[in-house]
């Protein structure tokens, strides 16, 4: 059945949720400030939050037909994360066909989840000029030294403004938020701005020229203090998204994106004045500091060690690939551990961690699907390089806007996640057991048969370790392999005889892996062959 009659269904269900959760007036907030705002109705101010009264179906313009609900957009990206008691809040670029959208269409999305990622109010905030010449981009959540949640965004035209929320860590309903102010510059802090240890708050950001913007007074307005020069072509300094973090010894680490992978994609300036005066930029850095040309992210977590965040697959510009996380517990003068957060296309990543939980939101094929997702992995899970804690969510889908696109939950037993054999077995021995045509199951239940070959890297029949086995497939554009369910690991062991290893299966319950070795085993195989069966492991 197609999936829009599920979606229709889910906005209705959001709707109706809504209408408990959420108010159907404006409330003054008792014991802030004063301006506390809860506007419902769509274009009659800058913000609104969703409840039964909003009509999502409002054009975003008048010269569109698109409206505010979320089967509507045509495209999601540039996200940022936040936290707030129990619920989870992720913002987002939305509106038109792009960014920036040629006929000023761009508005931002705020998500809210209260149960821990499992479920989503889309959209719980919407906010998006009045004036339709005016778009809001670029959306970043942080907490500044008071502890007051501000997101920043760029109006366009107008330059940075920023907008306080209230109440946000209890019942949606009581959430409301101050009317917008301008913070003093027009650069954007396309990652979340850096709290020093003297209380000051810092970001860099610009296009050719890096700019150095910071805030003495927690964010209420900011200023240009410096400038970073840079070695690089200016056609690879197109945009400044840049991250800060301030080492152990008080040196401020600023490192800026570079377009198409130009000398690695990233480059490096340190300031010992906090943010005074700046080394020149160094390019050409170290694995895993690399890009492709676009956002990564980097920041220090609460137990003192640094997590980096980006595309791993590192080089060709459009290569937005292999999202991984890696973190340093030596200042970031090494990263041995990393996690692989999503293996296909998705791109800028934000970062939150709140209480040992570490929320790592980015956008997934922003044309195609349309995702926004969202990783929580604790330090737990970066240092196992596997999502191994109670805690741990890989790929939550916050929104999708195009939900004929769906991943690959099961192989259906087709193979196991580990299958061990007997050092000296022939790789073309191993793989006959294993079926060239197979079953999958995708996130919504659909059964898809797919038919491929099998890769298996570095193999080595004498030689004894684990070797990654692929099963390559034409699969369609919309069925995405994004949990590497169609990924397995093949085990060559010294082991006497025939038998089995029970390992996990790529469905997380428990199968027989295959032991094949000369004579006894090998005529096994044969037999079964011979009898129409193919050995198989799983379920």
Not at 114 to 131: E, H, L
Not at 226 to 239: D, G, L, N
Not at 261 to 270: L, R
Not at 329 to 343: I, Y
Request: net charge negative; charged share 20%; glycine share 10%.
């Amino acid at each position: 059945m197609k999936k829009r009659f599920w979606g229709a269904l889910a906005v209705c269900l959001c709707v109706a949720a809504l209408a408990i959760a959420l108010p159907q007036t404006a409330s003054a907030e008792e014991g802030n400030a004063t301006t506390a705002k809860s506007n419902h109705t769509l274009h009659s101010d800058i913000v609104t939050i969703v409840d039964n009264s909003t009509q999502l179906f409002t054009p975003i313009a008048s010269h569109t037909d698109e409206d505010y609900y979320f089967y509507s957009r045509r495209w999601n990206g540039i996200c940022s994360v936040i936290t707030a008691g129990n619920n989870i809040f992720v913002a987002w670029q939305t509106g038109g066909v792009r960014e920036p959208d040629p006929t000023n269409l761009n508005y931002i999305a705020i998500a809210a989840s209260k149960d821990g990622g499992a479920t989503w109010i889309d959209p719980f905030i919407v906010i998006d000029p009045v004036d339709e010449a005016v778009e809001a981009r670029v959306p970043q959540f942080y907490r500044n030294p008071e502890g007051k949640i501000y997101l920043l965004f760029s109006y366009s035209t107008i330059g940075i403004h920023c907008i306080e929320f209230h109440n946000l860590d209890g019942d949606l309903l009581g959430v409301t938020y101050e009317d917008p102010f301008y913070i003093g510059v027009n650069n954007s802090s396309f990652t979340k701005p850096t709290i020093l240890s003297d209380g000051s708050i810092l970001y860099l950001s610009g296009k050719a020229e890096t700019y150095v913007i910071r805030s003495t007074d927690n964010g209420k307005s900011f200023q240009r203090i410096a400038s970073i020069e840079s070695e690089s072509p200016v056609a690879a300094r197109v945009f400044a998204e840049s991250v800060v973090v301030e080492k152990k010894d008080g040196t401020l680490w600023g490192l800026r994106r570079l377009e198409n992978a130009v000398n690695g994609g990233i480059e490096q300036s340190f300031s010992a004045d906090k943010g005074l005066t700046w080394t020149t930029f160094q390019a050409n850095l170290p694995a895993p500091l690399t890009s492709p040309g676009s956002r990564f992210t980097m920041c220090r977590l609460q137990s003192g060690n640094l997590l980096f965040v980006t595309n791993a697959a590192g080089m060709g510009g459009t290569n937005r690939t292999r999202m991984t996380a890696y973190l340093s517990t030596d200042d970031g003068e090494t990263w041995p551990h990393a996690l692989l957060l999503d293996p296909l296309m998705s791109s800028y990543p934000d970062i939150w961690e709140d209480n040992g939980k570490i929320y790592i939101a980015f956008d997934k094929d922003r044309y195609g699907e349309g995702g926004i997702r969202l990783c929580i992995v604790t330090e737990a899970d970066l240092t196992a390089g596997a999502f191994v804690s109670k805690d741990a969510a890989q790929l939550v889908t916050v929104t999708k806007m195009n939900d004929d696109y769906a991943d690959i939950k099961s192989v259906n037993g087709a193979f196991p996640a580990e299958a061990t054999f007997r050092v000296g077995t022939e790789l073309n021995d191993i793989l006959a057991g294993f079926p060239t045509e197979i079953t999958v199951t995708d996130e919504y239940g659909n059964s898809h048969t797919i038919s491929g070959k099998y890769r298996v890297t570095g193999f080595h029949k004498d030689k004894v370790g684990t070797y990654k086995a692929y099963f390559i497939a034409d699969l369609p554009n919309t069925l995405k392999d994004s949990f590497g369910k169609l990924e397995f690991k093949i085990t060559l062991a010294e082991k006497k005889g025939c038998g089995s290893i029970v390992s996990p299966t790529a469905n997380g319950g428990a199968a027989c892996g295959i032991c094949l070795a000369a004579g006894v085993c090998a005529t096994v195989a044969a037999r079964k062959k011979k009898n129409g069966k193919k050995l198989q492991g799983g379920k």
